[in-house]
């Protein structure tokens, strides 16, 4: 699996209403933007366009239903992200990692040549 980061995807994704979004995708099964817009504090026309940013980068697809559209969350482009936020999230762990260690080098270097005052 490719874990390479995907700005696209980490765009659409940072988006807390379009998270919400396949929060309640997830957990119905799917939906259209007309059902979405019971759940969520924006236009349903506003619920149209974020469900086409969440289709561009593949997260969801669109199947026709009646006049509208029906939405379901693609789980391995799903799980694609979370791996890439699981690759990024370690490789930030580690980069942390390092500095705490140049962090507690310095410091003992520093305690280790401070003159202690006599008493």
């Given at each position: 699996?490719?874990?390479?980061?995907?700005?696209?995807?980490?765009s659409a994704v940072g988006d807390p209403t379009r998270r919400?979004?396949?929060?309640?995708?997830?957990?119905?099964?799917?939906?259209?933007?007309?059902?979405?817009?019971?759940?969520?504090?924006?236009?349903?026309?506003?619920?149209?366009?974020?469900?086409?940013?969440?289709?561009?980068?593949?997260?969801?697809?669109?199947?026709?239903?009646?006049?509208?559209?029906?939405?379901?969350?693609?789980?391995?482009?799903?799980?694609?992200?979370?791996?890439?936020?699981?690759?990024?999230?370690?490789?930030?762990?580690?980069?942390?990692?390092?500095?705490?260690?140049?962090a507690e080098s310095i410091q003992r270097s520093r305690t280790?040549?401070?003159?202690?005052?006599?008493?």
């Amino acid at each position: 699996m490719n874990t390479a980061v995907d700005d696209d995807l980490w765009s659409a994704v940072g988006d807390p209403t379009r998270r919400r979004m396949l929060d309640l995708l997830l957990a119905e099964g799917g939906g259209t933007a007309t059902s979405l817009s019971t759940h969520l504090p924006v236009t349903r026309q506003a619920i149209a366009k974020h469900l086409g940013v969440l289709d561009r980068v593949g997260l969801v697809h669109a199947t026709p239903a009646g006049r509208e559209k029906r939405y379901l969350v693609d789980e391995a482009q799903l799980a694609r992200a979370v791996a890439q936020l699981a690759a990024v999230g370690s490789a930030w762990d580690a980069r942390l990692q390092r500095i705490k260690r140049l962090a507690e080098s310095i410091q003992r270097s520093r305690t280790q040549q401070t003159p202690r005052p006599e008493k």
